[in-house]
């Protein structure tokens, strides 16, 4: 779905389609490499981070890559964290000694990402990197490093490329701000 579809709904275009490519493309070369030689379980998370994680491994150039997928809440409906997670589903891989790559859409508080990652950690994994397309530095509650990142955004409520309100707006192709009318 193009902007010009809900443009009326959009308060600001931030990125599009091709500055996201342009950046996963960044992001690959990097991950390969410091994965380079390496076998890596890429762990993206539901439901969001589809259109990342769907690039971003079609983008990587490692052979020993492979991919589960895992769902955590902490949104609901509403527009902000409530820092409280639940595993809506779990991985189907054991981590026990695997090299783990969390891949993201947005890191808003780090609430989530910081619990995701101590769960990932706790079962064993050799170890718990992080990518993530965007990061809200100014919506911060607890520092999570993070060892790939995109885009830092401005601490608005942001749809598309996998981002959504009330389940719309993941398939636009880039990056916007909702309009405030559509969600007051």
Request: glycine share 8%; aromatic share 6%; hydrophobic share 45%.
């Amino acid at each position: 779905m193009e902007f010009s579809d809900v443009e009326n709904d959009l308060a600001e275009v931030l990125l599009t389609e091709s500055d996201i490519h342009e950046k996963i493309a960044e992001l690959a070369r990097a991950i390969e490499a410091d994965y380079d030689g390496e076998k890596l379980l890429v762990v993206g998370v539901l439901r969001g981070a589809v259109m990342v994680m769907a690039d971003l491994a079609r983008e990587l150039k490692l052979p020993g890559l492979e991919m589960d997928w895992m769902a955590v809440s902490s949104y609901g409906a509403g527009t902000q964290s409530s820092g409280v997670v639940r595993i809506l589903k779990d991985l189907d891989s054991d981590l026990e000694g695997r090299k783990v790559l969390i891949v993201e859409d947005i890191i808003d508080s780090g609430l989530t990402l910081s619990w995701l990652r101590a769960n990932l950690e706790s079962r064993g994994a050799a170890s718990v990197e992080i990518c993530a397309l965007l990061r809200k530095p100014d919506a911060a509650k607890v520092e999570v490093d993070v060892r790939y990142v995109g885009f830092d955004i401005p601490n608005k409520f942001v749809v598309g490329y996998g981002l959504d309100f009330a389940e719309k707006y993941r398939n636009l192709r880039g990056v916007a701000v909702l309009a405030p009318h559509v969600y007051s």
